[in-house]
T-cell receptor
Framework: EAEVAQSPRYKITEKSQAVAFWCDPI?????LYWYRQILGQGPELLVQ????????DSQLPKDRFSAERLKGVDSTLKIQPAELGDSAMYLC???????????FGPGTRLLVL | KQEVTQIPAALSVPEGENLVLNCSFT??????LQWFRQDPGKGLTSLLL?????REQTSGRLNASLDKSSGRSTLYIAASQPGDSATYLC????????????FGSGTRLLVRP
């Protein structure tokens, strides 16, 4: 069964350092989402792509976060510089089309020291 | 602004019990609603998706209902098993094109053997 892949699974970094997360959606899925989940809360959308275009990045802290999906397939989320408050689980999801079931990857757990 | 609330925040039941998890949302203008399961430290697994025109969806021992006018959904789990122990999250999908899922904080379920 096709799955969403994410790497790394865990990342420990010091504040002010740069970190990057990678996501490979299910093949053929045009829509890709990055979420951030703080412990004990539900995920919150950071950015949504339709193919290579950003559809919604209203909740992305653009002074430090960036996301790209250059060829409309895999995607990278970057944080520079990382802050203590960025410690969270970063989840990637994909769907065949908008409004349909989203399939989530295993996530990347980030700890900023 | 759409808000999603899940009650209770935590639930502990003996094995074999039938149980109901509740989800309420403030804006009835939704496209659909999804229920997810999340195991500790893992990503989300989609359980059921209910379109706004539907009243319920069933998958095995799970049944989800939707009352859009009252802003409520329930997830019914029949004959609970220890393997059902996880956090259950509901998320509403809006009508607009960005389809930013709005999640509740989840109900943490423990099924005791």
């Amino acid at each position: 069964e096709a799955e969403v892949a994410q790497s790394p699974r865990y990342k420990i970094t010091e504040k002010s350092q740069a970190v990057a997360f990678w996501c490979d959606p299910i093949s053929g899925h045009a829509t890709l989402y990055w979420y951030r989940q703080i412990l004990g809360q539900g995920p919150e959308l950071l950015v949504q792509f339709q193919d290579e275009s950003v559809v919604d990045d209203s909740q992305l802290p653009k002074d430090r976060f960036s996301a790209e999906r250059l060829k409309g397939v895999d995607s990278t989320l970057k944080i520079q510089p990382a802050e203590l408050g960025d410690s969270a689980m970063y989840l990637c999801a994909s769907s065949l089309v908008v409004h349909e079931t989203q399939y989530f990857g295993p996530g990347t757990r980030l700890l900023v020291l | 602004k759409q808000e999603v609330t899940q009650i209770p925040a935590a639930l502990s039941v003996p094995e074999g019990e039938n149980l109901v998890l509740n989800c309420s949302f403030t804006d009835s203008a939704i496209y659909n609603l999804q229920w997810f399961r999340q195991d500790p430290g893992k990503g989300l697994t989609s359980l059921l998706l209910i379109q706004s025109s539907q009243r319920e969806q069933t998958s095995g021992r799970l049944n989800a209902s939707l009352d859009k006018s009252s802003g409520r959904s329930t997830l019914y789990i029949a004959a609970s098993q220890p393997g059902d122990s996880a956090t259950y999250l509901c998320a509403v999908g809006p009508m607009d094109s960005s389809y930013k899922l709005i999640f509740g904080s989840g109900t943490r379920l423990l099924v005791r053997p």
